[in-house]
Each structure stands twice: as C-alpha cells, then as structure tokens.
C-alpha cells in the first residue's frame, strides 16, 4: 500500500526546516541541490513541493514571521500578557537566531538596487508584522522609530558580546510610551 503523505504538512514541515539551513548558508549561499541535501531530500523531491529557492525562502519567511513564532512559543502556548514579557519574549527569541539573520538579510539585498529592495513584498511582509507586533507595545506613530531599537539594541548587544541586557533594550521600547 503506498504512503500517503500530507502534503502540506510536509511543505511546511520542508520551509520549517529551510530556516535554518538559511539561517546559517545565506540566501545565496547554497542552490536548491545544496538545500535538498541539507534537509535529506532529493532535489527532485523538493522541487516537488517548491518551484524555486525563491519560493522556498517566501514560505520559510512566512512561517518564520507568524505571530506566535516571533515570541518563540508553540502555536498552542500563549503569548505572556504583560508588555515586558511579550516584548522580552520576543527580543529573546530574535536574539537567538539574530546574528544569522542579520547575515541572511544582507545577503537576501546584497547587489540590489535601493528602489528594488523597497518594493520587495516578502521584505514588506516581514516588516508589517514586526510592525503591527510592536504597536501592541507603542503607539502606531512610534512603531518604527521601537523597530529600531529593537533592531539597534540587538545589533549592539550582539557587537558587545550580550553586554546589553535584553530587559534594557526591552525598556527602551516601552520608554517611548
């Protein structure tokens, strides 16, 4: 009898795994044999469930960005409820993957123009549900100057080998209350 697969359970299972296998190559850093390889299919395999590493990227960034994965809890575990924990949950979260996904963006932009990046709808993507996260912590008119702390506190406490605190970049976000 043959196996029957849930096949979008085992797409989601495939972009899930790619994260990491981004997280750590770059987008650019392996080809789709690479990336099979790296997650024990064939490559015929995964073209079978993505039509291109573009695809394959856009479904991992999905699953990466949904809500309860930027806090780091399982789809059934509830986000904490304060603004310090939600927040502190989140930052730590970042900061585990935060130094691969700096290197990850970077090289997602690298050689493309500044209007290209722009008009990038996966980037757009990304950013409005950071953005729509983070006025559960500010005001709407101070989401994106909070995204910037968020993003400068980790840039700076991964450049000072984790000497800044992530409840200090936490209270920096919810000082602009």
Same mark, same amino acid.
């Given at each position: 009898?043959?196996?029957?697969?849930?096949?979008?359970?085992?797409?989601?299972?495939? $972009?899930?795994?790619?994260?990491?296998?981004?997280?750590?190559?770059?987008?650019?850093? @392996?080809?789709?044999?690479?990336?099979?390889?790296?997650?024990?299919?064939? /490559?015929?395999?995964?073209?079978?469930?993505?039509?291109?590493?573009? *695809?394959?990227?856009?479904?991992?960034? #999905?699953?990466?960005?949904?809500?309860?994965? @930027?806090?780091?809890?399982?789809?059934?575990?509830?986000?904490?409820?304060?603004?310090? +924990?939600?927040?502190?949950?989140?930052?730590?979260?970042?900061?585990?993957?935060?130094?691969?996904?700096?290197?990850?963006?970077?090289?997602?932009?690298?050689?493309? #123009?500044?209007?290209?990046?722009?008009?990038? #709808?996966?980037?757009? /993507? $990304?950013?409005?549900?950071?953005?729509?996260?983070?006025?559960?912590?500010?005001?709407?008119? /101070?989401?994106?100057?909070?995204?910037?702390?968020?993003? +400068?506190?980790?840039?700076?406490? @991964?450049?000072? +080998?984790?000497?800044?605190?992530? %409840?200090?970049?936490? %209270?920096?976000? @919810? *000082?602009?209350?």
């Amino acid at each position: 009898m043959p196996k029957i697969i849930d096949r979008d359970a085992y797409r989601s299972e495939l $972009a899930t795994k790619a994260i990491d296998v981004f997280t750590e190559h770059g987008y650019n850093g @392996l080809g789709m044999r690479g990336i099979a390889n790296t997650l024990g299919v064939s /490559k015929s395999g995964l073209y079978h469930y993505f039509s291109s590493k573009k *695809e394959l990227f856009e479904a991992s960034t #999905e699953i990466i960005t949904q809500r309860h994965n @930027l806090y780091g809890v399982k789809d059934e575990e509830k986000i904490p409820k304060s603004n310090s +924990g939600a927040l502190t949950a989140m930052l730590t979260t970042l900061d585990d993957r935060f130094q691969g996904e700096i290197v990850l963006l970077l090289d997602y932009v690298k050689n493309r #123009e500044p209007q290209d990046i722009a008009q990038d #709808e996966l980037l757009k /993507k $990304a950013d409005t549900r950071f953005m729509d996260e983070l006025t559960s912590f500010v005001s709407a008119d /101070k989401s994106e100057q909070a995204y910037a702390l968020m993003v +400068g506190g980790l840039m700076l406490r @991964l450049l000072n +080998g984790n000497q800044t605190s992530i %409840s200090t970049i936490t %209270s920096w976000v @919810l *000082e602009l209350n």
